[in-house]
């Protein structure tokens, strides 16, 4: 005879909801010095000079363009981003990812230098979103996220390690 008022252990306790929330900076600041803003200079200026001796106008226009760019992302100071997984999918400041739009998700893990979550979402333009981890336990967010998406190995690029190695 069974007894219906018995339940399974499981059954009495609730389900743990899924909220890991985090905050880091939006991207990693180094220090630059001014041999780091001298020896980027030194390299535009060879570019710019070849591209003029070349009468290629556009392409010097381009190197100044560059430049300019390059040395305001220099000295701009990342801003504090606010992160969260939950059942619902992954949110980045208000914008919410939900599983249905993310593809699959790796992490990278190599301390002190890399501790980042990549999200490839459905989107056509920017399908790969990098979250840095900060101080988020890796193997934690990887078995929540297992349980929604499927983990694919992607390759670090090699515009990431260039610009890591640059200290950019």
Known sequence: MINHEQKNETETQPLMPINI????????????????????????????????????????????????????????????????????????????????????????????HLKELTIKSKKFIAPLIKIPLADQDPVEIRQTLLKFIKEEKEEESLADIFARYLRF
């Open 21 to 112: 929330e985090w905050q880091a900076p939006e991207f990693e600041k180094y220090e630059k010095g001014k041999v780091w803003f001298v020896t980027a200079a030194i390299i535009a200026l060879a570019v710019f000079t070849a591209a003029l001796i070349m009468e290629n106008f556009i392409f010097a226009f381009l190197i100044i363009l560059a430049v300019f760019i390059i040395f305001i992302y220099a000295l701009k100071e990342p801003r504090i981003v606010n992160f969260k997984i939950d059942s619902h999918g992954i949110t980045i400041d208000k914008k919410l990812y939900t599983y249905q739009e993310i593809i699959s998700f790796w992490i990278f893990y190599d301390p002190p």
